[in-house]
Structures are given as structure tokens and as C-alpha cells.
């Protein structure tokens, strides 16, 4: 059974930085794109970074390119988001999710699965 847990959410003033984790339990991680959404309340749940299976691809979106990065440690089946220069407008649930296919390559919600619970990132102005 694959499972993900996200950590490392918490409450930052703007301008600051964090770094999410998500293990991942009960597949090959290194054979799967892997992805970070978020969703703010009351808005839809969106892609904000993702990273092929052996991490030679990326994708952000425009509202945190230049300042997140994604990275993966195939040794800890672990996937990273790094965030610095934070916004208020940063302010979600922030989830981590696993592609449905493996060998696959998309940033697209519905091509992922096995979401885990999610971390909170509150950023204050």
C-alpha cells in the first residue's frame, strides 16, 4: 500500500523561508514523477512544483517560480520543497502526491493519487 506523510508546515512572516518533507512508503520513488500542490480555502486545489522519476525534469508554476525548489533523496524516499521568499498569498494546505503511472511525466492534479493529509503553511504579512 503506498502512503506519503507531508511535515515541516508552520507560521512564518513573509519574506521568510520553510522546507516540506514527504516520505513515501510502498513504491519504487525513484520510478514516479512526484508533485507538491496547495490549496487555500476556498480555492481549488493546485500544482505548485513537480519533479519527473530521476529528477531530470521540473515544473513550477509562475507564482513561485524563482523562489521554491523541489528535490528528491531516492535513498530516504523522501521528496523536499524548498520555499524562500514567502507571501501571504503562499498561505495553503500544502499536499504531496505520487503520479498514478509509473515512468510518467505530468503536473496535472488528476494524474496524481495517494495524497497524503497535508502540512499547513500559514504566511503572515
Known amino acids: 500500500q503506498v502512503q506519503v506523510a507531508e511535515s515541516g508546515g508552520g507560521l512564518v512572516q513573509a519574506g521568510g523561508s520553510l522546507r516540506l518533507s514527504c516520505t513515501v512508503s510502498g513504491l519504487t520513488f525513484d520510478a514516479y514523477s512526484m508533485g507538491w500542490f496547495r490549496q487555500a480555502p476556498g480555492k481549488e486545489r493546485e500544482g505548485v512544483s513537480c519533479i519527473s522519476w530521476g529528477g531530470r525534469r521540473t515544473y513550477y508554476s509562475d507564482s513561485v517560480k524563482g523562489r521554491f525548489t523541489i528535490s528528491g533523496d531516492n535513498a530516504k524516499n523522501t521528496l523536499f520543497l524548498e520555499m524562500n521568499s514567502l507571501k501571504p498569498e503562499d498561505t495553503a494546505m500544502y499536499y504531496c502526491?505520487?503520479?498514478?503511472?509509473?515512468?510518467?511525466?505530468?503536473?496535472?492534479?488528476?494524474?496524481?493519487?495517494?495524497w497524503g493529509q497535508g502540512t499547513q503553511v500559514t504566511v503572515s504579512s
Open positions: 502526491a505520487a503520479h498514478k503511472v509509473r515512468g510518467a511525466w505530468s503536473c496535472r492534479e488528476p494524474d496524481f493519487a495517494t
